[in-house]
């Protein structure tokens, strides 16, 4: 049987962020959105899980000096970066563009018009949360 923990770290660091955002939403809102299961977006962040339950696996097996572990480490500040800045601005963006939308048109309209996504990016704690996760993970992940 072929087992890469690497790659088995970063799909259940992925996997537990998203099953934690849909009992979370479940929680907080009290009804079901199946998109919480793999959308974007959210606490905790699943791109900060998965790649730092990546990045610890790496460092686990090929050395915390070897050059597989400083690309993980450099694509990991790469996609947190992303999520917490360029992905929550779009978020932004897209959130004034559809109030624009709406004053613009009449409410039929606006129904008819496709509402910009506005759950892109993350807060610093969500991308913060999506870490400690994908380290713990990481750290825990057979290796064998």
Known sequence: MIYNP?????ILGWAAAQVIKFILFFIQNASVKLERLYGSGGMPSSHS???CA???STGRIS???SPAFAIMFVVAA???YDAANVRLEAGKHAKQLNEIMERLFSQEEAERETQFKELLGHTPLQVFCGAVLGIAIGSFMPLA
């Not at 690497?6 to 970063?10: D, E």
């Open 49 to 51: 899980s998965m790649v």
């Open 54 to 56: 990546t990045l610890i």
């Open 78 to 80: 790469i996609i947190m």
């Open 63 to 65: 050395g915390w000096d």
């Open 6 to 10: 690497i790659l088995c770290a970063g």
